[in-house]
Structures are given as C-alpha cells and as structure tokens.
C-alpha cells in the first residue's frame, strides 16, 4: 500500500479522551483520528508549518500526503487493536466471552484472518479496559478512574467540586499509531517533521485537561515500514488440498483503523460489509475564537469493514460554526487494511 511509520507513545500520569456525550464523567478509550489531526496541526502551528501541513493533507483531497490511524492501547508489547467486524467474536466459547473485548492484538487478528481459531485457554477478557489478554498475565493496561477537583469562582468567591473521568494506565501499558504515506517524496518530506511533531505532543499533553499536566507521554517510539506489512503482515496463499495449486485470492474488504467519512468517489456497496457509525462532535481550539462547538458530523468508526472495487480514500468536512472567520476541518481520510471478505475458520 506503500510507506508508513508506526508510533508507540508510553503515557505518564493520566490521559482524558473526552467521550462523543462530551459528559465529564464518562471518558473514551480510543483517541480517534480526527482528534488526532487536530493535536498535530496545533502542533504544527507551533513549528510555522500549518498552512504547509493543511495543503498537503486537506489541500489534497484526493491524495493527501499523509493518512492517520486512531491511537489505540499496547500492552506488555503487544499492539491491540479494534478488531475487524466481520471476524469477530469468535464462535461462542464456554471460557471466554469474546463479544466482551474491545481490543484484541494484532497477532490474534492476524492468525483469525488466516482462517485460524484463537485458543480459548490462552485467552481471557480483562473486564475494566475490554481488552484480550494473555491469560497468564491477565492486567489489562489501563482503568477508568475519577479525579476530584474543584473550580474556584474569583468573583463570586464561589467553589464548585467536580469530579472527571480518565484513564490510567499501567507501568507496560501504551498507545499506538500508524501514519501512512502517499508515496516515498512524502515519506521524506514528513516522516521527520510527524516525529518532531509527536515529541512536541508527548510534552505538552494530548486529548483533555492538559493544563493540570495530563495526556503527556515518555520519548515516542518510530519504526518505518510499509503497508500493510508493518502491522499485520501478509501470507502466502494456502494451496489448495485438491490439485496442490494456490487457492483462488479471496474477495478483498477493507478494514478501518481510522474514523472515515466517505468521499464522492468513493465505490462503496453499502448493502455488504459490517460496520456502525458514531456522531462526532467537539470544539474548536483556535485564536480566533475559542470554545465554539463545531458541527456534528456522522462517521463510520475503526473496526467497520467495507466492501469496494478499489482502495477506499475519505475525505475531509469543514465543521467551523456559521460566520466563523476561518476553516476547521475534521479529517476523515481513511487508513483501512485489505483483508478478505469471507473469514471461515
């Protein structure tokens, strides 16, 4: 699919990723895509390079340079991820309730790809972060926890006590991203300036209350690579029992492991497949006007497997508020795996 760089990130002290009811005493696990677009264009502020990063990414619609995953969890090394829908759960099991899991590695993911059925034995679910872990070390990486603190009123002397949601996360717990590039010309244009971009991040604080110094992380981790090897990598077609010939490639899907909003172009049978969608709203962070709640926009979130003749692509929605001075957009290109339609064990 061509060039990638994958991003691991060791969370210190508590992480806020707001929920789509925006209430504060819910928090979400997965820090999406288009959150993260954002995170790094106000990065990219800082570096005086937003209008650079906005033409090569919302300037291209149809081939913008660089495409991001979610971050998802990582736990004792292991990439988790949010499965593909057409493959999971696994057949009922007496052991294990996988329905329960949110996240699963991406080993499993690959090995149930592959026609493979997961060991019920090795297998368990870790309740508190809905992700599948090793039996023998069954701690997820993180817990939901609510932190108290109080809002001081220096007009009205007043205090209001208030209590927020976030995650906390475990001495081998992490997250993980995926950038991908259009071709090798932006691989080298950007691969340096994403990781300058991520250290900043890592410092200065991802998703909510960043003021009280959460949302910070260790030194980020890189590794380059190629799609979609560097993540699941691919295998040999199995030869057929029959003729020992390869077996015919079966009908290809695509897997999401970013938010999407379908673009004009993009072929897609929506009578096939499996996937849901989420309302994805916020607001804006900008100099000229700060707080305005962007508009609503419906998107088919990570996980969803669709069915197209060709590589799906995404397109971005401007969502500023009426009248607001500039644009904000809400990427939703997608970064979606080629997997096989029909998965049978």
């Known amino acids: 699919m061509g060039p990638a760089l994958l991003i691991r990130l060791r969370p210190l002290g508590p992480w806020r990723i707001g929920s789509d009811s925006g209430a504060r005493d819910r928090v979400d696990s997965v820090f999406h895509s288009d959150a993260l677009y954002s995170a790094l264009s106000a990065a990219f502020v800082r570096f005086g390079l937003l209008d650079e990063w906005l033409a090569a990414t919302f300037g291209n619609p149809s081939r913008p340079e660089v ?3 979610s971050l998802f969890p990582s736990v004792n090394g292991s990439l ?3 499965p593909p829908r057409n493959a999971w759960p696994p057949a009922a099991s007496a052991r294990v309730r996988w329905k329960g899991a949110k996240f699963v590695p991406l080993k499993l993911v690959e090995s149930i790809l592959a026609g493979e059925s997961p060991d019920e034995r090795r297998w368990t679910v870790d309740g508190p972060s809905e992700c599948l872990v090793p039996s023998d070390r069954p701690r997820g990486p993180f817990r939901v926890s609510m932190r108290s603190a109080a809002a001081r009123d220096r007009l009205a002397a007043g205090v209001e006590p208030h209590a927020t949601a976030c995650l906390e996360f475990n001495d081998e717990a992490g ?5 991908a590039f259009a071709d090798e010309a932006s691989r080298e244009r950007w691969t340096n300036r994403l990781q300058a971009a991520f250290r900043l991040l890592a410092d200065s604080g991802f998703g909510g209350e960043r003021s009280l110094g ?6 980020p981790e890189f590794t380059d690579g190629v799609l979609p090897d560097l993540i699941l990598p691919s ?3 199995a030869a057929s029992s029959a003729e020992g010939e390869p077996a015919p490639l079966p009908e290809t899907a695509w897997w999401l492991l970013s938010l999407f909003s379908p673009a004009p172009e993009d072929s897609i049978d929506w009578n096939r497949g499996n996937y849901s969608l989420v309302i994805r709203g916020g607001r804006v962070e900008s100099a000229a006007r700060w ?6 926009t419906r998107m088919i979130v990570e996980g969803s497997v669709l069915c197209a003749e060709a590589p799906i692509l995404g397109t971005a929605h401007d969502v500023a508020p009426d009248g607001f001075p500039h644009p904000v957009y809400r990427a939703g290109y997608a970064l979606a795996i080629p997997i096989p339609l029909r998965v049978t064990p």
């Open 80 to 82: 988790l991820v949010v």
């Open 291 to 296: 707080g305005a709640p962007k508009k609503l």
């Open 175 to 179: 997250l993980w991203a995926v950038a």
């Open 67 to 69: 495409r991001l995953s």
């Open 235 to 237: 295998r040999e077609p």
């Open 214 to 219: 959460w949302g910070h992380s260790a030194m």
